[in-house]
């Protein structure tokens, strides 16, 4: 017994050495890691799984892929998802990248104004300005089609929004400051000496921009294309709010339907699947194309930019990008606003139909309303903290190589990005809406799922702020007796507070507005401003929908005016690629 013991005294010594040698920051790195598989890979497979069991045995099957696929409105679903995506990404480069050219290479006047006008776009929600054209080209009712019966004598208008066409407009002018912000970027990069080098053997403008500098930046074109392609795809509320009435489906409002009672979390999972498939083709078709050639024109800031000028053409470049902004933000914000303070929007602009009572219902009357309202901005604030804690630990992880596999956690990090967020909530569904969790409807979710949702924005700017810092300054305060938590929190975050203030906002305003995740995991407490627009809308509600949305924007652009003034002029547009 005697041997025994001490064998057993032995290994327990060796036990608690190991133990005290293991850093308390190490146990933090791996709870971490933890965290993030739980909120990217647990989900996902969950999904797959879903999608391949009975719903009641819980045993392998390919029933539910047969009864999403084998119905020929879901198939018929599917191809006007490709056709939306198709239709936005071509709208989206034709009115993004003439702007973005013009701006980075032209002596285009109202620069200012019109970037301006652009980050306008980029922060409404795409819902929001999908109601806005509801209330500008409804059939008859319509601001558009009201002018254009009262000019004419017609009975009818010529305009409805309730189609294919008005579907695929809607979400391009709404889309496109994704393909202007990755090719504004690239074209401030390109200097122009090839571009002078095609003038001196008798190019033209016309002919210099399309032989040699667009295909300079085609890599920001392609990947403007293929985001603005995803985006529209995955898109819930402007398709719920124009295709279904409309009468037609995209893949995003039939697996909404699957959620209606009774819920088909199997089936739903099983048609959310070429979502995922499409989205990881794209970009590896992305990869592709661009690993076949070459872009080293692409000289730096070093190089030597000069302005082309356009002469009398200059004021018709500015026309045509006023022309797209008045159609992506002045006319559907004009009409929102006009509702907003209207006692009937119908009525129109008058004195006597001007009034207060929306807001102050919202408000001070209204306490679902209200808290509605908190629910949105807590929940959005929380989500900013947990995206940027836990990609800033793990950036700090990846970039000094604390743990095996570190580029596996920045993986995880970037991997919703290429993950549509309607999928996203329903493997979050099927994850954690069951026993013994049982999250569904509740705060925490919502909070767990838009931080998966904006982990890339977040982990974008983590990690590279973590890049720029050098190690050595963190080597000091260990040489002083401090551990790595306490360099993060004494030399890492002060030195990181701009860059992540900036990355806090760039999560904070997106997490208001998200429609997608949030109409699968709201709850009756739980409901955000997003989800009550929505709600707003079918009730055709739109004097208080347009005052809660005119509430949602302000916050935005004072959100957005902090940052400018804190961080700098083009956090967003710039920090967003």
Request: with cysteine; net charge positive.
């Amino acid at each position: 017994m005697s041997g025994v013991e001490a064998l057993h005294r032995s290994a327990v010594s060796d036990g608690r050495a190991l133990l005290r040698r293991i850093e308390p920051s190490m146990l933090l790195w791996l709870a971490l890691i933890a965290v993030l598989v739980l909120l990217v890979a647990s989900p996902l497979v969950r999904l797959v799984a879903a999608s391949l069991q009975e719903p009641e045995t819980g045993r392998f099957t390919l029933v539910n892929y047969a009864e999403a696929y084998g119905n020929f409105r879901h198939l018929q679903a599917l191809w006007n998802s490709l056709v939306l995506g198709g239709g936005v990404a071509v709208l989206a480069a034709v009115f993004g990248v003439p702007i973005a050219w013009a701006i980075s290479r032209t002596d285009m006047p109202l620069k200012g104004l019109v970037r301006l006008m652009v980050l306008g776009a980029f922060i409404t929600p795409p819902y929001l300005g999908a109601i806005g054209w509801i209330l500008l080209a409804g059939p008859n009712s319509g601001w558009l089609n009201r002018i254009w019966m009262a000019l004419s004598g017609a009975e009818h208008g010529p305009f409805n929004v309730y189609t294919m066409p008005g579907l695929i407009l809607i979400v391009a002018v709404t889309s496109f400051p994704y393909t202007f912000v990755f090719v504004n970027s690239a074209l401030d990069l390109v200097s122009s000496e090839m571009e002078d080098a095609a003038n001196i053997l008798g190019a033209g403008t016309l002919r210099t921009t399309f032989r040699v500098t667009l295909p300079l930046v085609f890599p920001a074109i392609l990947a403007g294309l293929i985001i603005s392609f995803l985006e529209a795809i995955a898109l819930f509320g402007a398709p719920a709010l124009i295709a279904l009435p409309g009468r037609f489906h995209v893949v995003s409002t039939q697996l909404w339907q699957f959620f209606e009672y009774p819920v088909r979390v199997e089936e739903a999972a099983a048609y959310a699947m070429p979502l995922l498939i499409i989205t990881v083709l794209m970009f590896w078709l992305q990869r592709k194309i661009l690993g076949r050639r070459g872009y080293a024109a692409v000289t730096g800031k070093g190089g030597e930019r000069r302005m082309i000028r356009l002469g009398r053409w200059r004021f018709a470049m500015l026309g045509y990008a006023l022309i797209v902004c008045t159609l992506s933000v002045l006319l559907p914000m004009l009409v929102l606003m006009q509702a907003a303070f209207a006692k009937a929007w119908g009525r129109g602009f008058s004195l006597d139909n001007l009034t207060l009572h929306n807001f102050t219902y919202l408000l001070f009357e209204q306490t679902q309303a209200q808290k509605v309202i908190v629910n949105t901005f807590v929940y959005a604030g929380l989500t900013a903290f947990a995206a940027i804690g836990l990609t800033l630990a793990i950036a700090y992880v990846v970039n000094r190589r604390l743990v095996p596999f570190a580029n596996a956690l920045a993986f995880l990090c970037m991997a919703p990005f290429v993950i549509p967020g309607i999928v996203l909530a329903i493997g979050f569904y099927a994850a954690y809406a069951p026993p013994p969790l049982a999250l569904y409807g509740t705060a925490t979710i919502l909070v767990l799922a838009f931080t998966t949702r904006f982990l890339p924005i977040a982990y974008a700017s983590s990690a590279a702020g973590m890049r720029s810092i050098n190690p050595e300054m963190e080597e000091a305060v260990r040489i002083l007796g401090g551990g790595p938590l306490m360099a993060i929190r004494k030399v890492l975050a002060p030195l990181l507070k701009k860059s992540l203030a900036g990355a806090w906002i760039l999560v904070f305003i997106p997490a208001t507005r998200e429609l997608s995740a949030a109409i699968f995991l709201v709850g009756p407490n739980t409901r955000v401003i997003s989800v009550m627009l929505f709600d707003l809308s079918e009730e055709g509600n739109f004097e208080v929908l347009a005052a809660l949305g005119a509430i949602l924007l302000v916050v935005t652009v004072v959100i957005a005016a902090i940052g400018f003034k804190v961080i700098g002029r083009d956090f967003m547009l710039r920090r967003s690629t």
